[in-house]
């Protein structure tokens, strides 16, 4: 059985991410989303909120061979624990290969047994950050075109209220 885990901060999930997520899924027997916990980011949403709109998106989708965890510490040693060979890596512009190239090249280092698979999200996809979601919610715009739905309505019982009043505020 061929295992990946798809691992990232995940604040929020994005609609690349879940393209990923799917792809990944039609490739492996296996695939886990691992919500990183101890990331140096700051965070919009707890690991386990992340977890469980993680786990609502999977649900939805009707993904049986994925399943959402959190880590942390080294993720070749959570790769290690779960008996996974392969993590999967995602790419949205020239400017993400750098970083993903040192940290593959690290991993492997380290962990020679489990290969990188860099993969890229659906051009439609390939713009789209959880940070510019969080920022586009943050200021009252609408984020529905970037997140599936389980994540667009955590954004909008985060940030419902508090958008409404930057709006309001604006018009004045």
């Known amino acids: 059985?061929?295992?990946?885990?798809?691992?990232?901060?995940?604040?929020?999930?994005?609609?690349?991410?879940?393209?990923?997520?799917?792809?990944?899924?039609?490739?492996?027997?296996?695939?886990?989303?691992?919500?990183?916990?101890?990331?140096?980011?700051?965070?919009?949403?707890?690991?386990?909120?992340?977890?469980?709109?993680?786990?609502?998106?999977?649900?939805?989708?009707?993904?049986?061979?994925?399943?959402?965890?959190?880590?942390?510490?080294?993720?070749?040693?959570?790769?290690?624990?779960?008996?996974?060979?392969?993590?999967?890596?995602?790419?949205?512009?020239?400017?993400?290969?750098?970083?993903e190239f040192q940290l593959a090249l690290a991993n492997r280092k380290m962990a020679p047994e489990i290969e990188t698979l860099f993969m890229m999200p659906k051009e439609v996809h390939s713009y789209v950050t959880s940070s510019m979601v969080r920022e586009i919610a943050r200021l009252g715009g609408d984020p529905a075109d970037f997140v599936p739905a389980p994540v667009l309505r955590a954004l909008k019982r985060r940030f419902g209220r508090r958008a409404a009043d930057l709006r309001k505020r604006h018009a004045r």
């Open 1 to 99: 059985m061929k295992a990946a885990l798809y691992p990232g901060t995940f604040d929020p999930l994005t609609l690349g991410h879940v393209d990923l997520i799917e792809r990944s899924a039609d490739i492996f027997d296996r695939v886990v989303v691992a919500v990183a916990f101890d990331s140096p980011k700051k965070t919009l949403f707890s690991v386990d909120s992340r977890v469980a709109m993680g786990r609502e998106v999977v649900r939805e989708l009707g993904l049986r061979n994925v399943e959402v965890s959190s880590f942390g510490g080294l993720l070749i040693d959570y790769a290690r624990q779960l008996g996974v060979s392969v993590m999967i890596r995602g790419l949205r512009a020239y400017s993400d290969f750098e970083y």
